[in-house]
């Protein structure tokens, strides 16, 4: 799953609007498949809206040839600003839902990853040319028939634009923390791109860092392999 590479609140000084949608792809060397995320971010007036749309393909038929996508999760989160020429201008609500579905090999058999609905609200620092950008969200988090002993989620998003002073390179990020039953999951998909003189194609990876993440106890780092195109 990923999340937005750009801060979400990158705009709110800006007297114009803004949109960006991407298009990514990813070789998972741990899961050995192929994912692709389709993510967009716009503001306007009232504030900011994100989604992503990931496809896992690993459906196989009898020969080992992948015929279809086998789990897709989808995000939409808004922030609400109405005072963006204020002292509270960093300072957004946010509500946001998820969801998704999957299969197991071969659609031996599916599995729901299960509605859920988050509020709560959105703090946004900047460096002064809005390169370095660093967003805090707490969020209320309730799922629909899942227990969850403490409801709430913690996520930190982070963008480096030209990292170390070297045009093109961007490392960004987030960090999610939140409760499922009695177990914390922690799930980190730090990025690195290089745009190659162009805003449009980038060329770069991720590293997946989960702790307890979709069915896998403990810790794992998984190492992804991916490139970019930005409409």
């Not at 509605?115 to 959105?122: E, R, T, Y």
Request: charged residues 15%; negative net charge; aromatic residues 20%.
């Amino acid at each position: 799953m990923k999340k937005l590479i750009l801060s979400a609140a990158i705009l709110l000084c800006s007297l114009t609007a803004f949109g960006q949608t991407n298009f990514q792809t990813f070789y998972d060397f741990g899961r050995k498949h192929f994912t692709t995320t389709l993510e967009g971010f716009h503001t306007d007036n009232w504030g900011n809206t994100f989604f992503f749309i990931d496809y896992d393909y690993d459906n196989r038929n009898s020969k080992g040839t992948v015929v279809s996508p086998h789990n897709t999760y989808f995000e939409i989160a808004r922030c609400l600003n109405f005072w963006q020429n204020s002292a509270l201008a960093p300072l957004s609500l946010q509500v946001e839902y998820n969801g998704g579905f999957g299969t197991f090999g071969n659609m031996a058999g599916a599995f729901p990853v299960n509605n859920a609905f988050l509020f709560g609200v959105d703090y946004f620092l900047h460096s002064g040319d809005f390169k370095n950008t660093l967003n805090f969200k707490l969020l209320y988090k309730q799922f629909i028939d899942l227990y969850s002993q403490v409801p709430f989620q913690f996520t930190t998003v982070w963008g480096c634009q030209d990292l170390f002073g070297a045009p093109g390179f961007r490392f960004s990020g987030f960090v999610d923390v939140w409760c499922e039953g009695h177990n914390t999951v922690v799930l980190s998909e730090p990025q690195l791109w290089y745009s190659f003189g162009t805003e449009h194609f980038n060329l770069g990876g991720e590293v997946e860092l989960s702790y307890n993440f979709a069915g896998m106890e403990g810790f794992h780092i998984l190492p992804c392999l991916g490139m970019k195109w930005v409409f």
